[in-house]
């Protein structure tokens, strides 16, 4: 069955990064493009970046762009999402999401990961 | 502000149908069918309802309905049940390169 399991909780200093893996199973890895979406505490959600895991191409948010980086390694069949010059406002769960709709960007999600919890705190 | 405007909340009682609209514009939910909709309840993933304006996925309940008019989509949820209460979130494609996914704010529905 498929599943994304993704690393544990994280607290950060403002200014620091944070790199958040997830790593798929029960499907070709390269066959989908997994998305990560963010819900800061008690809000809605955000999309951020997409990968392709099949040649590691990536699309981001215009918010996060210099900010975020996306990057797969397809031995491990585990996509990371590394996002740095952390600031309060990023404390969030952010989830890993594979796309329904194989390689593309559709915004239809049918499998997340349980979601990494993020704290940026002094 | 998000860039898919839908109610704060809406309620039913059992048994009862409830309707959750979502507004965008030419350049997102009217401009595509390519809307789809989440369950998320506390402290758990979003869930996948609704894909391309109307389709359930498998496993879905036929409870769960959905359609496009313009700008504005809606879900519909009829013969409400005490676990379909959660936030509920639309999304749409859109023509923006930097920004090709978007969702609405969310709708908490109440069971009453």
């Known amino acids: 069955q498929v599943q994304l399991v993704q690393s544990g909780a994280e607290v950060k200093k403002p200014g620091a990064s944070v790199k958040v893996s997830c790593k798929a199973s029960?499907?070709?890895?390269?066959?989908?493009?997994m998305h990560w979406v963010r819900q800061a505490p008690g809000q809605g959600l955000e999309w951020m970046a997409l990968?392709?895991?099949?040649?590691?191409?990536?699309s981001y948010a215009q918010k996060f762009q210099g900010r975020v980086t996306m990057t797969r390694d397809t031995s491990t069949t585990t996509v990371y999402m590394e996002l740095s010059s952390l600031r309060s406002e990023d404390t969030a769960v952010y989830y890993c999401?594979?796309?329904?709709?194989?390689?593309?960007?559709?915004?239809?999600?049918?499998?997340w990961g349980q979601g990494t919890l993020v704290t940026v705190s002094s | 502000q998000s860039a898919l405007t839908q109610p704060a909340s809406v309620s039913g009682s059992p048994g009862q149908s409830i309707t959750i609209s979502c507004t965008g514009t030419?350049?997102?939910?009217?401009?595509?069918?390519?809307v789809s909709w989440y369950q998320q309840h506390p402290g758990k993933a979003p869930k996948l309802m609704i894909y391309?304006?109307?389709n359930r996925p498998s496993g879905v309940s036929n409870r769960f309905s959905a359609s496009k008019s313009g700008n504005t989509a809606s879900l519909t949820i009829s013969g409400l049940q005490a676990e379909d209460e959660a936030d509920y979130y639309c999304?749409?494609?859109?023509?923006?390169?930097?920004?090709?996914?978007?969702f609405g704010g969310g709708t908490k529905l109440t069971v009453l």
């Open positions: 391309d304006v109307s």
């Open positions: 999401a594979r796309c329904l709709r194989g390689n593309t960007n559709l915004p239809y999600f049918d499998y």
């Open positions: 990968i392709n895991p099949s040649d590691g191409s990536t």
């Open positions: 999304s749409s494609y859109t023509n923006n390169i930097t920004l090709p996914v978007v």
């Open positions: 030419s350049s997102d939910v009217g401009g595509y069918n390519y």
């Open positions: 029960g499907y070709t890895f390269t066959s989908y493009f």
